[in-house]
């Protein structure tokens, strides 16, 4: 089971950007595609980006020209930079790694332990 560790949360004014960062514990040559999922207060967990080791993404469509997901090969670690964000942005974002990319957008991956992203003025 591949440890994932999380950072780069925080709070931003409407407009303002953030990265965030998730690095693995193995290489990406061991993992098959990287993701992230956000979950904001009462809502379910929903799928923002995802990265398959073939370089395929995928954006929700709230997210389009406005996020974008990326990967270091050497470091073992996949991005998400966000700009323009809004309110609606705000929610607990969590880090996804599973063996293929059809596990990771269907939510069977492991999980990081999730950081908070706030967007308010």
């Known amino acids: 089971q591949v440890q994932l560790a999380e950072s780069g949360g925080g709070l931003v004014q409407p407009g303002g950007s953030l990265r965030l960062s998730c690095t693995a514990s193995?290489?990406?040559?061991?993992?098959?595609?990287m993701g992230w999922y956000r979950q904001a207060p009462g809502k379910q967990r929903d799928l923002v980006a995802a990265?398959?080791?073939?370089?395929?993404?995928f954006y929700t469509d709230s997210v389009k020209g406005r996020f974008t997901i990326s990967r270091d090969n050497a470091k073992s670690t996949v991005y998400l930079q966000m700009n323009s964000l809004n309110p609606e942005d705000t929610a607990v974002y969590y880090c996804s790694a599973a063996a293929t990319y059809y596990s990771l957008i269907n939510a069977l991956g492991s999980w990081g332990q999730g950081t908070q992203v706030t967007v308010s003025s």
């Open positions: 990265l398959g080791s073939d370089g395929r993404t």
């Open positions: 193995k290489t990406f040559y061991d993992i098959g595609a």
